[in-house]
């Protein structure tokens, strides 16, 4: 990962210095774990969007009205594992000697997700389609604008610190 890490920092401190803008090492630092993160959400959201239009035409015959809900559950339960697992390996590594307990990360992650994939995400869908008649489709895709920074705030100083 060392080597993605160094093409990124010269990546984004040569970006940086073509714009004009000073920046401290470790600020380089934190943007590279930003964009890393944001490459393991951009998976994370294509699988989780994917289950969530599958589960709503598995369900379409069925008629429900809580189908969008199902979607975002069983979208929620295994996008966050596969974010969990990219996320440890790539985004939030621990650092030499360090340890982490997985378990504890793991619980952490699904809790910090719980909020914004369920409680937030379910919140806000019924905000858009029932209330303001946006496509069950495209709801998801605007949740993401809130749920993304604040998932990584959450990841970031609570579900992967050591």
Same mark, same amino acid.
């Given at each position: 990962?060392?080597?993605?890490?160094?093409?990124?920092?010269?990546?984004?401190?040569?970006?940086?210095?073509?714009?004009?803008?000073?920046?401290?090492?470790?600020?380089?630092?934190?943007?590279?774990?930003?964009?890393?993160?944001?490459?393991?959400?951009?998976?994370?959201t294509l699988i989780s969007y994917g289950?969530?239009?599958?589960?709503?035409?598995?369900?379409?015959?069925?008629? #429900?009205?809580?189908? $969008? &809900? %199902?979607?975002?559950?069983?979208?929620? =339960? !295994?996008?966050?594992?596969? +974010?969990?697992? @990219?996320?440890?390996?790539?985004?939030?590594?621990?650092?030499?000697?360090?340890?982490?307990?997985?378990?504890?990360? #793991?619980?952490?992650? $699904? &809790? %910090?997700?719980?909020?914004?994939?369920? =409680? !937030?995400?379910?919140?806000? +869908?019924?905000? @858009?389609?029932?209330?303001?008649?946006?496509?069950?489709?495209?709801?998801?895709?605007?949740?993401?604008?809130?749920?993304?920074?604040?998932?990584? &705030?959450?990841n970031k100083l609570w579900a992967f610190?050591?």
């Amino acid at each position: 990962m060392g080597n993605v890490d160094e093409r990124l920092k010269t990546l984004l401190s040569a970006v940086l210095k073509k714009l004009r803008i000073s920046v401290k090492e470790s600020t380089v630092d934190a943007l590279v774990q930003f964009v890393k993160f944001g490459v393991v959400g951009l998976t994370n959201t294509l699988i989780s969007y994917g289950l969530n239009v599958l589960v709503l035409l598995v369900l379409k015959p069925y008629n #429900l009205s809580w189908d $969008y &809900i %199902a979607g975002n559950v069983i979208a929620f =339960i !295994l996008s966050v594992l596969w +974010s969990f697992y @990219w996320n440890n390996k790539f985004v939030f590594t621990a650092r030499d000697g360090q340890k982490r307990n997985l378990w504890q990360a #793991l619980i952490k992650t $699904y &809790i %910090a997700y719980g909020f914004t994939g369920i =409680i !937030l995400n379910n919140v806000l +869908s019924h905000v @858009w389609i029932n209330v303001l008649g946006i496509s069950k489709f495209v709801a998801p895709l605007i949740n993401l604008i809130i749920s993304v920074p604040l998932n990584f &705030i959450i990841n970031k100083l609570w579900a992967f610190k050591a």
